[in-house]
Each structure stands twice: as C-alpha cells, then as structure tokens.
C-alpha cells in the first residue's frame, strides 16, 4: 500500500514523500522514499530504539541527486512489533532487503547509525548484488568499545515510560548541551514493547560479539565510510580507527558531535555522504 505525501515536495523536486507499508512473511514493514524515483538508491537504516524519523533533518539534504529511502525495522516506529518473530540482526537485514526488492531497488549505498550500522553489514554480507557500498555512522566497531551507562537505564516493569525517563536514555546520543530531543523521537521508544526493546539491543549484542565488524568488512570488498561524532558518550570515537582494517576504508571524526551527527548537524553529516556516494 502506498500513501502519498499531502505535504510540500522536496526541494521543488518532482517527488513528493511517499509512505509505503509493504507486508512481508512476518510483519508489514514500513518505508517512506524522498527524491527522484530515478535517482541512485541511497537507503538509511536507524539504530536501536529509533525509527526512520531520526534521519528527517538530513533528507532534504540528501534528495536532489538520490532515492532516499527509510525503513523502519520489524518492532520499531511504524513497522509491526510483533512477538513471534527473529529479531537477529541477519532476520533483519533480509526483511530490508526484500523490502528494497519490493521497491524495485536493484543497487543502493545503504547508510546505518549506530546498531543500524550492524544491520547494514548483515545485508551486504547476504545481499553483495545489492550493496554497492556501505556508510557506518557511529556504529562501534565491537563491544569492546561501547560505553555503558547504567544510569540511563529505563525500568521495564513500568513500562511505558516517562518523557523523563525517556530523555535520560536518550541524553547520551548527543554531545551539545541544552539539546532539545525531538518529542516525537521518545514517543518512537515510548511505543516499542519491552520484547521488541530488549530483544533488538540483545540481538546487537550478540551479532558483534559473534564477529566483529570489521572483521565482517574487510571480507566483503565493498567501499566504506565511517562517520563519526569525536564526542560520542555511548562509543568510544577513538575505535573507530578499527575500522582502517577494512582495506581503502575512510574514517571522518566529526569534532563537537555526538552519538547522533545527522540530528546534531544535518549539513556537516550531509556533506561527508554526499562526497561519498558521489563516487559509488
């Protein structure tokens, strides 16, 4: 089922967003596109406890040369939650990657942040024909390197929780102080259900600790970007030099951002993708 955008175009262009809800063997999975239909495919994975809405300060910026296309995953934002269903970061990125063949998508730079970054790995590693190259944002390299915040945690016997609550486990995606976390991105957690919360973080979990991600990549051959905020209080930035394991791999330490560089700054993050898919 396809709905089409009543609001403006992007950019003037000749698209206007188009929300999808495609049903697939588990779960009706959620898209929505930006930009010319006919443009290169440049498709955007969130991370844990997010949805396709964390990227929407950076789309305007991305659609007058690309297909930007949003996936939210099975259990969050506006895909099913349902409680069956594999929720392994592998499950996951072949339900992206049949949803891309449901849209006709036969090539796409595919950009993830944070745990997304793992999804995105997992789809090349099933999908190369698919994959022309891959842009890691914040993504940690292996669980060596992430940074815990016991603070921060939200009490799952209380569900759902406060705004309050909320804005704890979410202050540690960003780095500038008095960042105002956009409302309807703690409704996104809000209306996970504690299964598909714990069992998403946990499948991260256990897919890097399997492998690390490098590892994965430098067996791949597939052109690489990593992006990252140099003040990230959930990964340390300094592992992203991991990721020069992978050969021809490019490393950007973005100084002032945190976790989350496409909300701090859409037009810093914009441009090292841009520079980057112009060239694949």
């Known amino acids: 089922m396809t709905i089409p955008d009543d609001g403006p175009r992007v950019n003037g262009g000749p698209e206007a967003t188009e929300h999808s809800t495609l049903p697939l063997d588990d779960g009706d999975i959620y898209v929505c596109e930006d930009g010319p239909r006919d443009a290169p495919a440049l498709l955007l994975i969130h991370g844990s406890a997010s949805s396709t809405r964390s990227w929407d300060p950076l789309v305007p910026l991305l659609t007058r040369s690309h297909r930007v296309i949003r996936i939210d995953l099975l259990g969050h934002g506006r895909s099913a939650k349902p409680a069956g269903p594999s929720y392994a970061t592998p499950e996951q990125a072949r339900r992206v990657g049949m949803a891309l063949d449901r849209l006709g998508v036969?090539?796409?730079?595919?950009?993830?942040?944070?745990?997304?970054?793992?999804?995105?790995?997992?789809?090349?590693?099933?999908?190369?024909?698919?994959?022309?190259?891959?842009?890691?944002?914040n993504t940690g390299p292996?669980?060596?390197?992430?940074?815990?915040?016991?603070?921060?945690?939200?009490?799952?016997?209380?569900?759902?929780?406060?705004?309050?609550?909320?804005?704890?486990?979410?202050?540690?995606?960003?780095?500038r102080a008095g960042y105002e976390v956009p409302q309807e991105l703690l409704d996104e957690v809000r209306h996970m259900t504690p299964h598909t919360l714990t069992t998403t973080m946990q499948a991260t979990r256990d897919y890097m600790e399997q492998r690390p991600l490098p590892d994965r990549l430098a067996t791949l051959g597939k052109p690489l970007l990593v992006i990252f905020g140099a003040d990230d209080r959930r990964w340390r930035s300094s592992s992203a030099a991991d990721y020069h394991a992978v050969p021809g791999a490019k490393v950007e330490l973005l100084p002032g951002l945190g976790h989350s560089p496409m909300l701090e700054d859409p037009p810093r993050t914009a441009a090292a993708l841009l520079a980057f898919s112009a060239i694949h």
Do not use: C, M
Request: net charge negative; proline share 5%.
């Open 106 to 137: 036969e090539h796409a730079v595919v950009v993830g942040h944070s745990s997304g970054g793992a999804v995105a790995t997992a789809l090349a590693e099933q999908r190369s024909d698919l994959v022309t190259a891959l842009a890691l944002v």
């Open 142 to 175: 292996n669980l060596d390197a992430f940074i815990p915040s016991g603070s921060a945690a939200i009490e799952l016997s209380q569900w759902p929780p406060s705004d309050e609550q909320l804005r704890r486990l979410a202050g540690t995606a960003f780095s």
